[in-house]
């Protein structure tokens, strides 16, 4: 747990938000969501500056995207500093194919250590693939953040020429790199599209459907219901660009009629990440007063610590660290601010003034 020292550069909540538990019949159910969204921010932002650069700027950014709040461009910047320094690195150190082989065979050996089921998975799934470490889960990642944000890297297109030596659709559509990758598989396949790369999201989309028929649900291990939830969310999620657009309900009709009919087993069977996740799916279609959007916001009440100031891990662990994913999106959940486009270079400037090295604008 870190400490509890104030770090965060701005004044605690506004005037107005509430930073301290109330009971629920003091105020109305909505009114409710909220208070209990600013609590998680209060214990977040009184120590954002200690966590690791990743989970800073994992916070800072979706946070930014829901206010357009300055106060947020520390960690924005801090985020640019880390997509800066991977992708100097794979520009100037891991690009030519023995590079990014070592590179991975590294990567690879590290999940082949861990004794986990998932783990187990991908070492298994990509034991035959381990490139797939470099390209799908660093590379992209970095190069779609940094597009995002307006920008590219110097050697952009040394790292596109990279990209094109592989086959995407090789990884996307493998059900076992399904069964161990879903949600990563979704995100990288947008953001291969976002990149103006190759195109395989509907390759992704069928491949991941025949491998997770509704019908067999029942016979899936808790892991792999997980896998298939997240999957799903990321879907949506990757498909708004996270947080930034907003989404047609039609063009994933299969995906919320999914959540309608089996929102009680979800709640049952789910992470509250996943939870969380599936109620901003329905919000980022502009369906707020949808029963699952209710049912996800009250599952994530329920599941909260009020005294710690967070929803805690389902063992009952509080850490700020591990925790910044589930709690970020408690607090999307429970006070939705709708999509904005930002932050970009074009539009705001000032958080990009002196870029870390490696970054130029599109």
């Avoid at 020292?5 to 909540?13: E, S, V, W």
């Avoid at 206010?67 to 947020?72: Q, R």
């Avoid at 023995?98 to 050996?109: G, H, K, M, V």
């Amino acid at each position: 747990m870190l400490s509890a020292a104030p770090a965060f550069a701005t004044p605690p909540p506004a005037q107005g938000e509430v930073s301290t538990p109330i009971t629920v019949s003091q105020l109305p159910q909505t009114a409710n969501y909220q208070a209990d969204a600013a609590l998680i921010r209060h214990t977040y932002e009184s120590q954002l500056y200690m966590l690791p650069a990743f989970k800073m700027g994992h916070y800072g950014l979706r946070m930014y995207r829901q206010t357009l709040d300055p106060k947020y461009s520390a960690a924005i910047w801090a985020d640019m500093a880390r997509v800066a320094s991977r992708l100097n690195y794979f520009a100037a150190e891991v690009n030519t194919p023995a590079q990014i082989a070592t590179y991975s065979a590294e990567r690879l050996a590290n999940y082949g250590q861990k004794k986990d089921a998932r783990s187990k998975l991908r070492f298994n799934a990509t034991s035959s693939s381990p490139a797939y470490f470099y390209l799908g889960v660093d590379l992209l990642g970095s190069m779609a953040r940094a597009n995002e944000y307006g920008l590219k890297h110097n050697n952009d297109k040394q790292l596109r020429d990279v990209i094109r030596r592989y086959d995407f659709n090789r990884y996307a559509t493998d059900p076992a790199m399904i069964k161990a990758w879903a949600a990563q598989l979704a995100n990288q396949v947008y953001w291969l599209r976002q990149l103006g790369e190759q195109d395989v999201v509907d390759a992704f989309i069928a491949a991941f459907k025949q491998t997770y028929p509704d019908r067999q649900d029942a016979q899936l291990s808790d892991q792999q219901y997980m896998n298939k939830l997240y999957g799903m969310t990321h879907i949506i999620l990757a498909a708004s660009e996270y947080y930034q657009y907003q989404i047609d309900e039609e063009n994933f009709q299969w995906i919320y009629d999914y959540y309608r009919a089996n929102i009680d087993t979800i709640l049952k069977r789910a992470k509250e990440d996943v939870i969380a996740e599936v109620g901003i799916n329905f919000l980022l279609a502009g369906l707020e007063d949808d029963p699952v959007v209710a049912k996800t916001r009250q599952a994530i009440q329920k599941a909260m610590n009020r005294e710690a100031g967070l929803v805690p891990a389902v063992d009952g662990s509080t850490g700020l660290v591990y925790g910044e994913h589930r709690n970020v999106l408690a607090i999307m959940l429970l006070d939705w601010r709708g999509v904005h486009t930002a932050p970009t270079i074009q539009e705001q400037p000032a958080i990009f003034d002196d870029m870390p090295y490696g970054l130029i604008a599109q």
